[in-house]
């Protein structure tokens, strides 16, 4: 969806394929635990929570593990992935540590027996591999497509949503043809990313001028450098390592990529080098990197948004970066004691805490926490004073924990799917 969007001290990164930017960079699956849930969910709530975990899990991943134990168990299901050996001898050889804790990747892959070329491209970014495919929203929607070929337009953006009586009237614009559509439902599930989402309720409900909550998971990145005689790259460009910390009882969470010579391609595109050269820089040097980031939970932001009477949109970022760098720092020295004896080093330039926005995971400005109870979900998903309106994205999650984004922004979805059928006495 475009329009006018102001920020400022905020960086908003919009999704450059279908599926999200999330899922094309890291594709992390990692599930909040009980106490994270608690935040967002009631205990009535938890065993559809449940059931949402297991189908999201189905879909977007191969086999049916919420995690892999051990390293065999992850190469019998990806046998043609070959982790990074560093990564994986932190992960062995890891420290017991109750606040600290190593764990193998698990991200959003699945098998597909002919690729489309918008997924060759989008997949060139992970590595080369001929059946293993990262999910994205449009490998559903095909599916859709093809059994129920009248229940998708394409090419359609949508404007604006007015409210008439019972009846949604959702004005639409064909962006090749330039044709006006109209569409009349009763019920609506808007799944648009945070900032549609919340600009098309705002302008529906002629809330203009009016600050709200907009939640992020404020985020830091650091480089570290391998030097041990027996390192193997690897052919895996996403996550190939996953850490928890738990400091103060706030769940901090992160990853370890390699920079594989795919990876390496497309950041040196503009360099002027012949392609021999990249290879021997990269095989020397870059094939030892190891590019970290690290996910604060929602509690760590104070990011505001609200729509002007001229239909703009302006974010203010702000997050507790007093409390970010001093935990930032923490976190650094406990990953530091089992990086250095298996000879990795934390480079001491590029550590950098990212402004608002560039976690790119954000939430909350429509959900049952907001000061302004006449724009807000109740916790089935539906928008008060709106009858079966229902904010199916982050939006209405009160809560974004320190984790990988796109997982747990599905099961939300799914938590609300399955309530609604629930009620309306629909088989699922």
């Not at 064909?174 to 799944?191: A, D, G």
């Not at 409900?205 to 030097?227: G, H, I, M, R, V």
């Not at 928890?244 to 950041?267: A, D, H, M, R």
Request: proline content about 3%; glycine content about 4%.
């Amino acid at each position: 969806m475009k329009f006018d969007i102001e920020e400022d001290n905020f960086s908003s990164i919009r999704s450059l394929a279908a599926g999200g930017l999330s899922n094309i960079w890291g594709g992390g699956i990692s599930p909040y635990n009980k106490e994270e849930l608690s935040k967002i969910y009631s205990r009535q709530r938890m065993n559809i929570v449940e059931r949402a975990y297991k189908k999201i899990n189905s879909i977007i991943h191969e086999g049916n593990r919420l995690g892999f134990k051990t390293i065999d168990e992850y190469q019998a299901t990806y046998p043609e992935i070959a982790l990074n050996s560093a990564c994986l001898s932190v992960f062995k050889n890891q420290n017991s540590n109750n606040s600290l804790r190593f764990t193998l990747p698990l991200n959003a892959l699945c098998r597909t027996d002919a690729k489309e070329d918008y997924k060759k491209l989008q997949d060139s970014w992970m590595g080369d591999f001929k059946t293993l495919t990262i999910f994205n929203s449009r490998l559903l929607l095909e599916k859709i497509k093809k059994k129920h070929p009248e229940s998708y337009i394409k090419n359609i953006y949508i404007e604006s949503i007015k409210k008439i009586g019972d009846i949604y009237f959702i004005y639409c614009l064909n962006l090749l043809t330039n044709e006006k559509l109209l569409i009349k439902s009763k019920n609506v599930f808007c799944c648009l990313g945070v900032i549609s989402t919340t600009k098309l309720v705002l302008e529906m409900e002629q809330k203009f001028n009016q600050k709200y909550q907009l939640l992020n998971t404020p985020a830091a990145s650091f480089l570290s450098f391998c030097y041990s005689k027996k390192y193997i790259a690897g052919n895996f460009s996403l996550n190939n390592l996953s850490f928890e910390i738990n400091i103060n009882n706030q769940v901090i969470s992160g990853g370890f990529f390699p920079l594989t010579f795919n990876l390496f391609e497309k950041i040196s595109i503009n360099w002027m080098l012949p392609r021999i050269f990249k290879k021997i820089l990269h095989r020397l040097i870059f094939s030892r990197v190891l590019i970290a980031n690290v996910f604060f939970p929602s509690d760590f932001s104070e990011n505001s948004i609200n729509l002007t009477e001229e239909n703009k949109i302006i974010i203010y970022g702000k997050n507790k970066s007093f409390e970010i760098k001093k935990l930032y720092s923490e976190i650094l020295k406990m990953l530091k004691n089992n990086l250095t004896k298996e000879k990795i080093i934390v480079l001491p330039f590029l550590q950098k805490i990212l402004r608002p926005g560039e976690d790119i995971h954000y939430g909350g400005t429509i959900s049952n926490i907001n000061e302004n109870k006449n724009l807000c979900c109740i916790e089935d998903g539906s928008l008060v004073n709106n009858k079966n309106f229902y904010i199916c994205d982050s939006s209405s999650m009160p809560y974004l924990s320190g984790k990988p984004h796109s997982f747990n922004a599905m099961v939300n979805a799914a938590v609300i799917a399955i309530e609604y059928l629930s009620k309306n006495e629909t088989k699922y």
